[in-house]
């Protein structure tokens, strides 16, 4: 077994601390990744309070992890010691239903295993990026470029993918009108992914004090959601909205924002269920999808398609020992615009 340091949840109740492990040996085609990086999601603390359902603890998060390969097994071929890897947010399927066989990995009917807070096919708990080390197969693990800023490309594994994926699968570019709700971890990417592609992009948000930071980002209109002038502006106006809200929000209060033939794509995942009167849908035909993450083949593209138009998250690197800190912030949209934890302070 191979021995690595982490953070972990030991229940729902209790505060990430410190706390050793054992990973599996490294098989035929496995490699061991010396984790520099792991970015900081949302996710992360839905796991551990059991929000969704209940967790393995003692639960280890994160699945935005960068490192560096540090052991190869006999038979890898995709990568060799001394590259540069990163993990999302699974590492192993069945390889064979019709979704694996289609690139979607991430919703393999038979036997998903997500990047922490599951079961591996050996029957044993799995554990994320909040720690020295991980051991992944070969084919679950993503080539970085060295051109970026490593840690910076850390959340592109997880807020970077759940943006670009339905982005890319509804074509939206040039000539559409897209519009990001929420100017958070997700937001933001959706926001660089959106002018990348061509898009016309306005962010939709609460709050007048993210304007300048939309602007900075490149967004072309900020519209501030509580001022009734600013949102009678924009009815009927959007092709597309991607909504990033992770906080309980009115579906159909946004619907009216979209054209005839609009679509309202959701990733944000609140807790409370979506209500959607199906009035809102067929007054202009209008479509309410979701999208989550991306597969293998969709991944490695996104981070290929990053490194030649130098496309990184905006993140604010911290010390492992102030992540319930850095929870704490993040709950409350005070961070621009995605925690990213050095792993080297473990060892502090």
Known sequence: MIQSKGYA??????????????????????????????????????????????????????????????????????????DLAGVGVMVDSCRHCEDCDNGQEQFCQVSPVQTYNNLGKDGKP??????????VNEDFAHH?????????????????ITTYSPLRKWKVGKGHKLAILGLGGLG????????????????????ESKREDAKKLGAHHFVVTTNPEEVAAVKGKFDFILDTVAAEHDVNFYLSMLRTNGTFIAVGLPVAPMEVPAFSLAAGNKTVTGSGAGGLPETQ??????????????????????????????????????????MKTLNN
Request: charged share 25%.
């Open 144 to 160: 970085i470029s060295e051109k970026l800023d490593l840690a910076a490309v850390a959340p592109l594994l997880c807020a970077g």
């Open 9 to 82: 949840a030991q229940s729902a109740e209790t505060d990430l601390a410190p706390w050793d492990f054992e990973r599996r040996d490294i098989g035929s085609h496995d490699i061991e990744i010396e984790i520099f990086y792991c970015g900081v999601c949302h996710t992360d603390w839905h796991a551990i309070k059991n929000d969704w359902f209940p967790g393995i603890f003692p639960l280890v998060p994160g699945h935005e992890i960068v490192g560096r390969v540090a052991a190869i097994g006999a038979h890898v071929k995709k990568f060799k010691v001394g």
């Open 188 to 207: 933001h990417m959706g926001v660089k992914f959106g002018i990348a592609f061509g898009a016309e992009v306005t962010v939709l948000s609460t709050s």
């Open 301 to 342: 593209e996104m981070l290929d398609f990053c490194a030649e138009n130098n496309i990184v998250s905006d993140i604010e690197l911290i010390d492992i020992k102030n992540i319930n800190n850095a929870f704490e912030r993040m709950l409350k949209g005070d961070v621009r615009y995605r925690f990213v934890i050095d």
């Open 126 to 135: 799995v554990y994320g990026g909040y720690s020295s080390n991980n051991v």
